[in-house]
């Protein structure tokens, strides 16, 4: 009797193993930059994902039939070169011989030259505290703290694989991140993730409310390591920072992550478990 009832748990076991094997795979997550007129769209790798199909609609959006959409097998970024005035709504779905996905996050962009910026502006709902050459791309940060004493992690320690750093690279750690960590505990709150839920409306401080005639800025992330310093940096400038660590997005280990001192300007691995404070930016 206990044999049978072993073998039917078994059994039990590798048909769902076999069902979720079948199934179609989870949506990815999608960011996307601008340099000039081009604009490159990228996700993260889904697992069991064979090809990825990429939509897009005019923005504002004119209704069903506006929607369009094109296969790009299996890579996971696609670059396009639009015109001066271009606007429209993007989204990435994920397949498999099962079906797709359901869309990702969608994401709208408008191709426009804006004036240089410099540091100390505001502009893009927050504080400029990074530009290059042109002063036409730079970074942005939020006018305060998203949350603070957050955990990097969601519960449990696993290598998310958010190594990179550099200028731009949190935007993708910060996607790898939350699509690693939300696995398990779709529900959990963590330093990536409010850094990716924040939003604000154009004069940094006003939530947004999702109505049609507000500007809305919601592709804010967690800094990766480099552009944290860059944030510490320019600390004075922006001011309203406590005196005491930042979660960076750039990984150290399945243990550990980067935090920076916002008093001695230190850099350092933490526990993943710690709490420390979060402070969204995002890339004009």
């Not at 994902?49 to 005019?58: D, F, I, N, V």
């Not at 410099?118 to 970074?139: A, M, P, R, T, W």
């Not at 999702?210 to 992330?221: A, G, T, V």
């Amino acid at each position: 009797m206990k044999l049978r009832i072993i073998s039917y748990l078994i059994a039990l076991v590798l048909f769902g193993f076999s069902m979720q094997a079948l199934a179609e795979p989870i949506a990815p997550k999608l960011i996307f930059s601008i340099n000039g007129i081009t604009v490159t769209a990228a996700w993260t790798k889904v697992p069991g994902a064979t090809e990825y199909k990429l939509s897009y609609a005019p923005f504002p959006y004119t209704g069903p039939e506006s929607i369009g959409s094109f296969d790009v097998g299996g890579q996971t970024s696609f670059s396009a070169t639009l015109w001066e005035g271009a606007a429209f709504y993007i989204a990435v779905q994920a397949g498999n011989e099962q079906g797709f996905s359901e869309y990702s996050n969608i994401k709208n962009f408008t191709i426009s030259t804006i004036a240089p910026k410099k540091i100390g502006d505001h502009y893009g709902g927050g504080i400029v505290f990074y530009v290059n050459k042109s002063g036409q791309h730079g970074l942005i940060a939020a006018l305060e703290d998203a949350y603070d004493g957050f955990q990097w992690n969601n519960g449990a320690n696993k290598v998310s694989g958010a190594t990179s750093d550099g200028v731009g690279a949190g935007e993708m750690n910060t996607a790898i991140i939350v699509s690693a960590q939300s696995i398990n505990n779709p529900f959990g709150n963590f330093a990536a993730k409010v850094a990716y839920d924040y939003s604000v409306q154009d004069d940094g401080s006003t939530p947004c409310t999702r109505s049609l005639d507000e500007i809305c800025y919601d592709d804010w992330y967690l800094p990766s390591r480099e552009e944290l310093n860059l944030l510490y940096q320019q600390k004075d400038v922006l001011d309203g920072f406590a005196n005491y660590g930042y979660w960076s997005s750039t990984e150290y280990d399945r243990f550990n992550a980067w935090v920076q001192d916002f008093v001695s300007g230190d850099q350092n691995y933490y526990a993943k478990n710690t709490p420390f404070y979060v402070r969204a930016i995002r890339a004009f």
